[in-house]
C-alpha cells in the first residue's frame, strides 16, 4: 500500500513523525508531501534532519502567502503529484490550510482520507482553524480521534461511527520519541538565566492583534513574582512593539525574551519548566503529556480533555485571572500535584501503531476505498427509539438493514457509538435508508 502524508507546518511534522517511523518499519510505502507552509525548503529540510525523519518527496513550497493562495496553489501541486504516485490513501494532521487542501484535493481524486486528531472543536468559527477541521472531517473516510469527546464531536455531526476510531493523540508518541532526541541535541540549558522557570508562548491573533488583550497578558507578567522564559514570535514582538509594550517587558529581571527556538530546544524547555502558560492548542497537549501544569489564555479551548483531566485551566486574558491562576497552582503544593499526575487523555504513546493497524485492516475488508453504489437507497429520515431488549449497536443494525444509530444517549449524556455497546435502557438517534427494487 503506498501511503501518502500531506503535511505543512513545524507542529504536523511533529504529530507524523512517529506515524512515519512506523510506515518504515512495515512493508508500505511512505510518500511525504511538504506543502513549506511558513518556511522555506533550506530550514524545513534541517527540520526533517532533526527529527530523524526521511527528506519529503515532494517540496511545494508555498511560503506565507494568503490562506486562499495558499490552498488554491496545494490542491493544484497535489492533483498531479497524487496521480503520478497512484496514492492508496492521504493522511492529513490537524487544522492548518495544508490539511483542509489535502482533503479536499484526495477526496476529489476518489482517494480515500485519513484525518489523524480528527474531530476537535472549539465551537468558535472565528477561529480560521475550526472551518479547517470542520470540512476536512467532511472530506475524510477514516477518523483518528483522540478522545471519546472527539468521537462524539463527529457523531453529532453524522459521520458514520464505523469510520471514526479512538487512537489517542500522537502529541503522545511524538513528545515521547523527540524528547530523547532533544536532550541528546539540545543546548538550550545553558542559556536559560533561571534554575525555575515558566515557559511562555503568545502568538494567537486574537490575543496579540488586540491591544487591550495584549496589554492584559503583559500587565499580568510584569507584576508577577516568578521567572519566565519566553520564546518570542516575531509578529508578536512586532505587536508589543506597535503598543509601546516591549520595553517594558524586556527590561523586566524576571523575563528573559529568547528568539524563536527550534522544535528540540522548546521541548526541551517545555519539559523543565515549572508551569506553562500558553495560547497554543499543541503546547497545552504537550504540557499534560509532559507532566506540567499548563495555564490557557484563552476562553475557549479545542482541548477540553486537558481540563477535565485536571492538568489544564482557562484564564482568558484578564489580568487577575491570569496572575490569580499562577500563584494559586504555584503556592499551593496540593494543587500544583494533582496537575502534575493528571491522567493524559490522549493515551499511552502507541497512537501511531493503532492509526496504521486501523489503515491496513480497512484496505484487507474493502471497507475504506471510494466505490461506486450497486443499489438504490433512499433517505427516509431520523427517529428517535428507546431500546428495552438487552442488544448492543451491531446486533441492531444487523437486524436493521439500512438503519445507521447516529447517537446513544445514556441518562440524558452522549455515550461513543462502538459495535459492541449495549443499547438496553437506552435511547438512540437513527438514520433510516429504504432500499428501492
Known sequence: MKIGIVLGTRPEIIKMSSIIDEIQHSENECILIHTGQ??????????FIDLNLPLPNYNIGIGSNTALQQISK?????????????????LVQGDTNAVLAGALAANKLKIPVGHVEAGLR???????????????DNCSNLFFVPTDETAINLQNEGINHKMIHVTGNTIVDACQRNLDIAIEKSNVSSMIKYEKYITLTLHRAENVDNPERLKNIVNSLLNL???????????????????????????????QITKPLGYLDFLYLLSHSQLILTDS???????????????????????PETISAGGNVLAGTNEEEIRGNIEKILNDKEIYDSMVNAKNPYGDGTSSQKILNIIEKSFENNSVQI??????????GYYIKEIAEDINVKEFENINKYHF???IFNNNVPELIEDETGLKGKIIIVKEFEKQI
Open 38 to 47: 511558513h518556511y522555506d525548503i533550506e530550514m524545513s529540510k534541517q527540520f
Open 74 to 90: 496545494i490542491i493544484v501541486e497535489l492533483e498531479e503529484i497524487l496521480i503520478k504516485e497512484n496514492i492508496d490513501i492521504v
Open 122 to 136: 472549539s465551537f468558535d468559527k472565528d477561529m480560521p482553524e475550526e472551518t479547517n477541521r470542520i470540512l476536512a
Open 225 to 255: 513574582k516568578h521567572n519566565i522564559v519566553f520564546p518570542l514570535h516575531p509578529h508578536t514582538r512586532k505587536s508589543l512593539e506597535n503598543n509601546n509594550l516591549y520595553e517594558k517587558i524586556s527590561s523586566a529581571k524576571h523575563i
Open 281 to 303: 492548542g499543541g503546547v497545552q497537549e504537550e504540557a499534560i503529556t509532559l507532566d506540567i501544569p499548563c495555564v490557557t489564555l484563552r476562553y475557549n479551548t479545542e482541548r
Open 371 to 380: 466505490k461506486e453504489s450497486n443499489e438504490i437507497l433512499d433517505f427516509k
Open 405 to 407: 444509530i447516529e447517537q
